[in-house]
């Protein structure tokens, strides 16, 4: 099961996207249609959390790694993880 959440890329650009993994410094969104560049600024609306900033440290095929601008919480991570059954980073 992956989470599912909304991603901001601009003013005018936001899309769904879903997470793979995710961890107190980052997360992974997968299934991604859109090119990245290194360093972009995204938003990440999570679950319940409040609106997340992270920016591309790595891209992939279909796969982008985010690293947040602050860190999330171990307890949020835990929660996160056992209420959608996410593999932790």
Aim: contains cysteine; glycine residues 12%; hydrophobic residues 45%.
């Amino acid at each position: 099961m992956f989470l599912h959440a909304r991603c901001r890329t601009s003013p005018w650009r936001v899309f769904d996207v879903e997470i793979g993994n995710i961890s107190a410094g980052g997360c992974s969104l997968i299934g991604v249609r859109d090119r990245f560049a290194i360093g972009a600024e995204v938003g990440l609306r999570i679950a319940h959390l409040k609106p997340l900033t992270g920016y591309v440290t790595w891209t992939g095929e279909g796969v982008v790694g985010v690293e947040f601008k602050s860190a999330l919480s171990e307890r949020v991570i835990r929660v996160l993880n056992e209420s959608y059954r996410l593999d932790p980073a």
